[in-house]
């Protein structure tokens, strides 16, 4: 018997956006899914665009919130409402490519043991520009033993959850996601997960994230630290865990938040957000201890807010580095494809809102 998997996608005012949610999880090769919309009280058409696809697809099945719960919360309903051997994370802006769940379940049923499979997900920008890809920077496809995953995705190298199928036996057996870790709450439950069982890995392009300029990736603020350490605390105080990868896990997650500091102190600064790069750098130099770098960024906040010119400086340096960051994804990607060169604008197609 083929495995179901349940495609939970919160929803909120965006009815456009979640019809083409929707219909790329229809639109798979792999026939046996059921697609649950939890709509967070969007009071818009949201209701009438999942009922004329229901309508036509009795696999999708709508929830309406009777009042918003917030995001965070909305995903957790979803999670706790799983009752299938399998189950991915779809948010609303995003969609999937055709063959994903057909690639992660000829994967997982070839490693019983893994409770996590993870597909490539391309990062695109709203008008269809190649951002990231998280997975181009792997070593390699396959089977990853505990730890090893769970360090592989540390340094923003993550696999994208919209890229991830889970087994059911992950609720059982490490939890939902922790509401403390808050934002961050992806890459905790993908972590917790890989750091006691294997996970799978696969080059395949799998599905796309869209950024926003809005989105909270974009605008993060020190106020996304205490998760970071909630996340600490959690994976180096797992005894489950052994004590030698603990130990490295806390290391390396300490120097993601030195590094997720300076990164907000920077791109604060790049969007003119003086106070917020001053709080990132106060708490790297302070809290973290990292008295060279964090003094740097302070002067540098400094001259930028003295010197225009400088600022500006600034914001061209960080264009031309995500510039060669979207470049090295672009190269690495195609190497990646055993069939030759990847068709990225094949894949931003997707991104198109299909007819009513």
């Known amino acids: 018997m083929m495995a179901t998997i349940t495609t939970v996608i919160p929803t909120y005012r965006r009815p456009a956006l979640l019809r083409r949610a929707i219909c790329s999880v229809l639109e798979q090769t792999y026939r046996h ?39 965070f919360e909305n995903f957790l309903f979803g999670m706790r409402a799983v009752d299938t051997p399998l189950f991915s994370f779809l948010s609303d802006d995003d969609v999937l490519f055709p063959n994903f769940y057909e690639t992660a379940v000829a994967a997982l049923e070839s490693q019983p043991d893994a409770l996590l499979f993870a597909g490539s997900t391309l990062e695109f920008a709203e008008d269809g520009a190649l951002l990231y890809v998280p997975l181009a920077y792997w070593p390699r496809e396959g089977t990853f033993e505990p730890p090893e995953g769970a360090l592989r995705m540390l340094g923003n190298r993550h696999p994208t959850w919209t890229g991830i199928v889970f087994r059911r036996e992950a609720i059982d057996r490490v939890g939902v996601l922790d509401r403390e870790v808050g934002p961050a709450s992806d890459l905790d439950y993908a972590m917790r997960v890989a750091a006691r069982f294997p996970m799978l890995v696969s080059f395949a392009p799998c599905a796309a994230y869209v950024s926003h300029p809005g989105s909270n990736s974009v605008n993060e603020t020190v106020a996304v630290v205490p998760g970071y350490e909630k996340m600490i605390r959690t994976l180096a105080g797992d005894e489950r865990i052994d004590a030698a990868a603990r ?30 790069s001053r709080a990132a750098a106060l708490m790297l130099r302070d809290r973290y201890h990292a008295r060279v770098s964090g003094s740097a960024l302070l002067a540098l906040r400094a001259a930028c ?51 009513n």
Not at 48 to 66: L, N, S
Not at 250 to 276: H, N
Not at 330 to 347: C, T
């Open 33 to 71: 899914i059921i697609v649950r919309v939890f709509d967070n009280a969007s009071g818009d058409e949201t209701e009438a665009v999942v009922a004329r696809i229901a309508a036509a697809d009795p696999r999708v099945i709508y929830h309406r919130h009777p009042a918003n719960i917030g995001a």
């Open 247 to 276: 130990a490295e896990l806390r290391r390396r997650l300490l120097a993601q938040v030195r590094g997720k500091l300076l990164e907000i102190s920077v791109k604060s600064l790049v969007r003119g957000d003086a106070e917020g």
């Open 305 to 355: 807010v003295a010197l225009p010119p400088l600022h500006r400086a600034l914001i061209w340096a960080e264009g031309v580095r995500l510039r060669r960051r979207a470049r090295a994804s672009r190269e690495r990607l195609q190497a990646q494809q055993r069939n030759g060169a990847a068709d990225l604008e094949a894949y931003s197609r997707y991104l198109e809102t299909p007819a």
